[in-house]
């Protein structure tokens, strides 16, 4: 007696739009702003990307696939954490770079203690929203936040 099993598989790949590299640095009152987490959110498609800034306030997207960039689109952005560094930063080249201004929305309780690792006058213990910004399949996108 012969058994019949149907072939079960995944079929084709996943959809995902269009994305481009993104970069960008981010600035508090003209200062680096190191160690912030930059999420970018798609307006209309795609899913979101996620970066960190170094020493200098520059970041590097990397979308939710684990590759560069971001989907091509104008994006909610998001700030959280970080710390000023005490070296003003340079402005970024690259042609068409955007900028962009945001509200500093606290994330606890304001009656919380400090985290004694970032805290201090030059932190943004909270996260940062209301800032957007556009992501072309032309490029470059340099982004430039300002806080």
């Not at 981010?26 to 795609?46: C, D, H, I, S, W």
């Amino acid at each position: 007696m012969a058994l019949a099993f149907p072939i079960i598989g995944c079929g084709g790949g996943v959809d995902h739009p269009p994305t481009a590299e993104v970069t960008g640095v981010v600035t508090k009152q003209g200062l680096p702003l190191v160690g912030a987490r930059v999420e970018f959110y798609p307006v209309n498609n795609g899913a979101a990307s996620y970066g960190k800034t170094d020493a200098q306030g520059k970041f590097e997207l990397r979308y939710s696939t684990g590759g560069p960039g971001a989907a091509v689109d104008t994006h909610s952005v998001t700030i959280i954490g970080g710390s000023v560094n005490a070296a003003p930063v340079t402005q970024v080249s690259g042609g068409g770079a955007d900028s962009a201004e945001g509200t500093l929305v606290p994330m606890a309780d304001p009656e919380a203690k400090p985290d004694t690792k970032r805290g201090g006058p030059g932190a943004a213990s909270g996260e940062i929203k209301g800032l957007s910004a556009e992501v072309t399949e032309e490029g470059p996108n340099v982004i430039q936040l300002a806080i």
